[in-house]
């Protein structure tokens, strides 16, 4: 049986017209990717990098994090350096998620898309990632989606609103009617600001901002 947390979850679902979904943590979990090739940039520049300093790194683009990586080193170098290991960072990244397949959404998130679709619920991505796209083909969702905003898209990284302001333009919905879907502190701002209702995914202490939380997609439904 579902808490009374999930029920007004499931309430609140029935009076968007659309959803946005964070990618990373809600739709898959490449977390993980992330982490092994941040650590091993990390540990081919002198320095190590722990999962706890990858958490901080949830919905920030690649050149913010990679600032921060090189904050936690204690390394000051040039832009072109930068734009050197932010590319061979993807790389590493890109070779982990070529091997990714359907297998590998996380629990409840092909249905509750699948439910969205079939209820005539518009449905758009926005995310921070520059290979969202990809990460959908893997995962053979891409027709799931009406609209993609990625950090291809956008000049500013959560908790700007931006990725979500233009997820709403490009769906032809307004803010308000928007409900989306985050696991990352930064995102829930980001939402709230771009003036949208908020389902946390994840760890209420983090998310305790959104208008609910739940431990994931599973939990949901139309």
Same mark, same amino acid.
């Given at each position: 049986?579902?808490?009374? *947390?999930h029920?007004?979850a499931n309430?609140?679902?029935?009076?968007?017209?659309a959803?946005i979904?964070?990618l990373?943590? #809600?739709?898959?979990?490449?977390?993980?990717?992330?982490?092994?090739?941040w650590?091993?940039?990390?540990?081919?520049?002198?320095?190590?990098?722990?999962?706890?300093? !990858?958490?901080?790194?949830k919905g920030?683009?690649?050149?913010?994090?990679?600032?921060?990586?090189? =904050?936690?080193? !204690?390394?000051?170098? +040039?832009d072109?350096?930068?734009e050197?290991?932010?590319?061979?960072?993807?790389?590493?990244?890109?070779?982990?998620?070529?091997?990714?397949?359907?297998?590998?959404?996380?629990?409840?998130?092909?249905?509750?898309?699948?439910?969205?679709? !079939?209820?005539?619920?518009?449905?758009?991505?926005? +995310?921070?990632?520059? *290979?969202?796209?990809?990460?959908?083909?893997?995962?053979g969702i891409?027709?799931?989606?009406?609209?993609?905003?990625?950090? !291809?898209? #956008?000049?500013? +990284?959560?908790p700007?609103p931006?990725?979500?302001?233009?997820?709403?333009?490009?769906?032809? #919905?307004?803010?308000?009617?928007?409900?989306?879907?985050?696991?990352?502190?930064?995102?829930?701002?980001?939402?709230l600001?771009? =003036?949208?209702?908020v389902?946390?995914? =994840?760890?209420?202490?983090?998310?305790?901002?959104?208008?609910? #939380?739940?431990?994931?997609?599973?939990?949901? =439904?139309?």
């Amino acid at each position: 049986m579902l808490s009374e *947390n999930h029920r007004d979850a499931n309430r609140l679902l029935y009076t968007k017209k659309a959803f946005i979904f964070d990618l990373d943590g #809600v739709l898959v979990d490449t977390a993980i990717f992330h982490y092994q090739a941040w650590k091993r940039l990390a540990n081919s520049l002198g320095f190590d990098f722990t999962w706890q300093q !990858n958490e901080k790194l949830k919905g920030v683009s690649r050149r913010q994090s990679l600032d921060y990586l090189l =904050g936690w080193g !204690n390394l000051q170098l +040039s832009d072109a350096e930068k734009e050197q290991l932010a590319t061979r960072k993807n790389e590493w990244y890109l070779a982990l998620v070529g091997g990714m397949t359907h297998w590998d959404l996380l629990p409840g998130a092909y249905r509750l898309l699948s439910e969205a679709r !079939n209820k005539g619920i518009r449905v758009a991505l926005g +995310s921070a990632s520059k *290979n969202a796209r990809l990460v959908l083909e893997r995962t053979g969702i891409s027709d799931c989606f009406d609209a993609v905003i990625d950090g !291809n898209a #956008v000049t500013r +990284s959560k908790p700007d609103p931006e990725v979500f302001i233009k997820a709403a333009d490009a769906l032809d #919905v307004p803010p308000g009617a928007c409900l989306v879907f985050e696991d990352a502190h930064a995102g829930v701002a980001a939402a709230l600001a771009a =003036g949208m209702q908020v389902v946390g995914v =994840g760890d209420p202490a983090e998310l305790g901002e959104a208008d609910m #939380v739940v431990m994931g997609l599973a939990d949901l =439904g139309i």
